[in-house]
C-alpha cells in the first residue's frame, strides 16, 4: 500500500500537508514525454481511449473492431482562490466540515476521552493518500506522491467558505444542534463560527419532510419555483464571488433529501421547457434543481450531494447547452459507499437481502426522511 501523504518522503508539510500561502509553488513533480506539454499558464496533454466495438453478423459472428478516441486535456497552473458555497450550510455536514476547515486552517488540537486529537485530513482520499508515480530510476524503488500533488489543486484550507439554509441559526449554534463534535474542540472555533450566517434560501415544503418547517426562519417569500427565486440566488453567487475576489466559486448541495421530482413532458423534460416552469412557478421543480439552474446560468460547478433526481432532464440539457459542470449522486462516503459495495456483493453472491440500515456518521436525523417520498430515494437501489 502507497505510504500515508503526511509521511512521504521530500515532502515536509506544515499544517496537514499544507504550506500556508504557497500556491505559487514549484509542481512536486514533472511529466518529460511527447505528449505532455507545460507552458508558463497550463499543463497541456493528450490521451488515446482504446475501447472495442463489437458487430455482431447475421450467422451469429461477432466481429471485433479496436477503437481510438482521443482527448485533449488542458490544466491550469495558478491555483485559483476558491469560494465554497454550501446549500444547507447550518446541517450536520456543513456546519461540522466548517469546524473542520477552521480546525485544519489554525492547526488545533484539543482534548478527548481518548487523548489530544490534532486536526488533520486524513479522512479525505484526496489529502490523505498517496498515488505510487514510478519506480526510482536507480534503485528501483516505489516513488509515491500525495494525491493533492498529482494536478494544481486547491487545499480546502484555502477555500473561502459560505451558502444559504432555510434556518438562521449561526454556524456555531447550528453546529450545537448537530451535536458532531466534542465540547472541547467546539469552544476553540465558537469565536469564527458565530461570525457566520447563512443567506436566506428557498423553501417548498412539499419537497422535504414536515418537521423541517420548525426550523425553517430564514426564508424567501414564496412556496413554488419562481423567476424571484432564481434571481436571487445568482445574485447571491455573483455577490459572493465579488465580495470576496474569488476567481470561482462551487456550489455544493448538502441540504436534505428531497422527494423525487415527477419527470413530466413539457414541466422539465428540456431546457427550454424547466426555465419556463421557473417563471410559471410550476410546482413540480424542486429547490435543489433551481439552484442547479441558477449555478448552470452563472456557469458555477453544482455538486449534489444528496440523492434526490435534481438532475431532471431539463437540468441536463440547459448544463450541456451553456457547457457548465454539473455532478454528484449522494455523497456516499463511509458507511454509505461500504453499504453500497456489501449490497452489491451479496446480490451477485445470489443472497437476496430485505433490509439494510445504518445511519449517518454525521449527525443522525432519521426524521429526514420520515416522509413516504423522501424514504423511498433513500431506500432505492
Ligand atoms: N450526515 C451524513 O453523514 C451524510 C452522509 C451522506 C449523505 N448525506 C446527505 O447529505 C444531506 C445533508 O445531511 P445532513 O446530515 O447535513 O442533514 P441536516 O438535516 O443536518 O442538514 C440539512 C440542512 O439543510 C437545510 N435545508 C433544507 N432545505 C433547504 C433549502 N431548500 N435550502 C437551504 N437549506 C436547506 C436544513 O435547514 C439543514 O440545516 C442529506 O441529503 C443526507 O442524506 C449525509
Redesign the pocket.
Known amino acids: 500500500m502507497a505510504p500515508h501523504a503526511e509521511t512521504n518522503g521530500g515532502y515536509s508539510p506544515l499544517i496537514n500537508g499544507h504550506h500556508p500561502g504557497d500556491s505559487s509553488r514549484e509542481d512536486q513533480f514533472i511529466v518529460n514525454a511527447p505528449n505532455v506539454v507545460y507552458t508558463d499558464s497550463t499543463i497541456k496533454s493528450s490521451y488515446i481511449y482504446h475501447t472495442t466495438k463489437v458487430t455482431r453478423g447475421s450467422a451469429g459472428t461477432l466481429e471485433a473492431v479496436p477503437v481510438e478516441t482521443e482527448f485533449d486535456f488542458k490544466v491550469e497552473r495558478k491555483i485559483p482562490k476558491v469560494g465554497l458555497m454550501l ?8 456546519s461540522t466540515v466548517t469546524a473542520g476547515i477552521l480546525a485544519n486552517r489554525k492547526g488545533l488540537s484539543w482534548a478527548t476521552r481518548e487523548g489530544v486529537q490534532s486536526a488533520n485530513y486524513y479522512g479525505s482520499v484526496i489529502m490523505g493518500s498517496t498515488v505510487k508515480l514510478g519506480s526510482d530510476a536507480v534503485t528501483g524503488d516505489d516513488v509515491n506522491v500525495p494525491f493533492h500533488k498529482l494536478l494544481p489543486m486547491i487545499h480546502p484550507n484555502d477555500f473561502v467558505l459560505g451558502g ?4 438562521g441559526l449561526n454556524l456555531a449554534d ?1 453546529m450545537d444542534r ?1 451535536k458532531v463534535l466534542e465540547p472541547t474542540l467546539k469552544i476553540l472555533v465558537r469565536k469564527e463560527m458565530e461570525q457566520m450566517k ?1 443567506l436566506p ?4 415544503p412539499d ?2 419532510a414536515s418537521n ?1 418547517g420548525d ?2 426562519d430564514n426564508v424567501l417569500e414564496g412556496t413554488t419555483a419562481c423567476r424571484e427565486h432564481l434571481e436571487k440566488i445568482r445574485n447571491d453567487i455573483r455577490d459572493f464571488k465579488q465580495r470576496n475576489e474569488l476567481d470561482k466559486v462551487i456550489v455544493l448541495w ?4 428531497e422527494r423525487y421530482a415527477d419527470i413530466i413532458t413539457g414541466v422539465n423534460d428540456t431546457a427550454e421547457n424547466i426555465l419556463a416552469s421557473i417563471q410559471n412557478g410550476h410546482p413540480e421543480i424542486s ?2 434543481s433551481v ?1 442547479a439552474v441558477a449555478c448552470i446560468l452563472e456557469n458555477v460547478p453544482f455538486i449534489n ?3 434526490q433526481n435534481t438532475f431532471v432532464p431539463g437540468v441536463i440539457s440547459l448544463a450541456e447547452q451553456h457547457k457548465s459542470y454539473i455532478g454528484g449522486d ?5 458507511q ?1 459507499k461500504m453499504k453500497s459495495a456489501l449490497v452489491d456483493f451479496l446480490i451477485s453472491a445470489g443472497i437476496k437481502l430485505t433490509s439494510i440500515a445504518s445511519y ?4 443522525n ?1 432519521a426524521q ?1 426522511v420520515s416522509i413516504q417520498g423522501n424514504l423511498k430515494i ?1 431506500c432505492r437501489r
Open positions: 446549500v444547507g450550510w447550518g446541517g450536520n455536514n456543513g444559504w439554509d432555510i434556518s447550528a448537530a447563512p434560501s428557498i423553501y417548498y419537497f422535504i423541517q426550523r425553517a448538502t441540504a436534505n433529501t429547490p435543489s439552484f450531494g444528496s440523492p449522494d455523497f456516499k462516503s463511509g454509505t449517518n456518521h454525521l449527525g436525523k429526514a433513500k
